[in-house]
């Protein structure tokens, strides 16, 4: 069974940065890609963005802007999302979430971890 569990979230004045990690676990994890999204108060969850299985390629919401990063580090199962020059719009849970990847399909995003709070201040 995959288990994702987010860290690195906490209170952060804007133009500030953080840098959120998600380490899965699990057997099946390796064949599971992630992507990150958040849910402000009052608002329905966002995508941020995503990475390949292999960790070699990332893809971004319009509204990230060049603002975030997406990496992975395989041999310790963490994906990483960086976040800098952040708004106080950016106030979120962010969640990291995985989605099964063979040869011929994707799954939606259907393994979530427990959310991290993420405050930027103005």
């Known amino acids: 069974q995959v288990q994702l569990v987010e860290s690195g979230g906490g209170l952060v004045s804007a133009g500030g940065s953080l840098r959120l990690s998600c380490v899965g676990s699990?057997?099946?994890?390796?064949?599971?890609?992630v992507g990150w999204f958040r849910q402000a108060p009052g608002k329905e969850r966002e995508f941020v963005g995503g990475?390949?299985?292999?960790?070699?390629?990332?893809y971004y919401a319009d509204f990230v802007k060049g603002r975030f990063t997406i990496s992975a580090d395989n041999t310790k199962s963490t994906v990483y999302l960086q976040l800098n020059r952040l708004k106080p719009e950016d106030t979120a849970v962010y969640y990291c979430?995985?989605?099964?990847?063979?040869?011929?399909?994707?799954?939606?995003?259907?393994?979530w971890g427990q959310g991290t709070q993420v405050t930027v201040s103005s």
């Open positions: 979430a995985a989605r099964r990847v063979t040869l011929t399909t994707t799954s939606s995003y259907d393994v």
């Open positions: 990475i390949s299985l292999s960790g070699e390629t990332a």
């Open positions: 699990g057997r099946a994890f390796a064949r599971y890609a």
